[in-house]
């Protein structure tokens, strides 16, 4: 494990507030302001523009936000990771301050945007850390580009939808980190009145992917962790259902020739400010 994974991904609670494990589960934590950036601006990238911001100093690390969202959740991640690596954040297209076009979403196409980001940044490989969509985003690079990658992160990320709950359009956690992104949507974004289209196109692509096969998976030869969900609904697990995708993916069986470490989490709606100690 220590020789597999050269750097440590170290989180922290974002409300310092929580006592209770069940204000974790049913709270959308908000991260702390995002400290001062080395560099940022937007990159032209594939008929956009994406916002990108770079910190600190060393070997690269990327973090990918989850859909909807912006690069700012990163803030405690990116403090940290900063003392001694040199840390990428970006707004995957329409999301916070970049824009779209066009382009129906697909995660194979956002994927082809961070690599024109990195490429535009001259990082020729780099860590990668993803938070849902982010995460999928990771795998598709791992699949498809693995010379980019020195490692991977990904954190409730699934390969097909089978693994998603029927029943998500309940979640009040889910249903108020969609209406919290709208929030931000409203104050970041270039188009600030379309939320609601913006939505119903990143809703286009989560109804059919990602769909990747089990043969795309066994050829990952990246390092990767795989943060696995496994409560059940009723113990407060939004998103994933434990009998689909997720665990039958992350229990090795779909990904032999990569070498993985499966790490059982309770995060869910949290996000990456709630992720504590994860190894990478």
């Known amino acids: 494990m220590q020789k597999l994974f050269g750097f440590f991904v170290v989180a922290f609670i974002a409300l310092a507030g929580f006592a209770q494990a069940e204000d974790r589960w049913m709270a959308i934590p908000e991260p702390p302001a995002m400290p001062q950036a080395t560099e940022s601006g937007y990159a032209p990238v594939n008929g956009i523009q994406m916002y990108y911001a770079v910190y600190g100093a060393g070997d690269p690390v990327l973090l990918i936000h989850g859909g909807l969202g912006h690069a700012d959740i990163w803030a405690n991640q990116v403090i940290e990771l900063a003392k001694t690596q040199k840390v990428i954040i970006a707004d995957s297209r329409g999301h916070g301050r970049s824009t779209r076009d066009e382009k129906p979403y697909g995660y194979h196409l956002m994927a082809s945007d961070y690599l024109a980001l990195l490429d535009f940044l001259k990082v020729d490989k780099t860590a990668l850390v993803g938070w849902s969509d982010g995460g999928i985003i990771g795998l598709d690079i791992a699949m498809h580009h693995p010379e980019r990658l020195t490692k991977l992160f990904a954190f409730g990320a699934n ?14 956690v889910f249903n108020a980190y969609i209406e919290e992104a709208g929030k931000d949507y409203a104050k970041l974004s270039k188009t600030p009145t379309e939320y609601e289209a913006f939505v119903n196109q ?39 259902s434990t009998k689909r995708t997720s665990l039958r993916w992350s229990s090795g069986r779909a990904r032999p020739t990569a070498s993985v470490t499966i790490r059982p989490t309770g995060m869910a709606m949290s996000g990456p400010t709630a992720m504590i100690g994860a190894r990478i």
């Open 159 to 172: 390969y097909n939808v089978g693994g998603l709950r029927a029943d998500i359009g309940g979640s009040k």
């Open 202 to 240: 990143i809703a286009e692509m989560w109804n059919t992917q990602p769909d990747y096969k089990k043969e795309e998976l066994q050829a990952i030869t990246v390092p990767t962790v795989i943060a696995v969900k496994v409560l059940l609904w009723h113990e407060k697990q939004p998103v994933f």
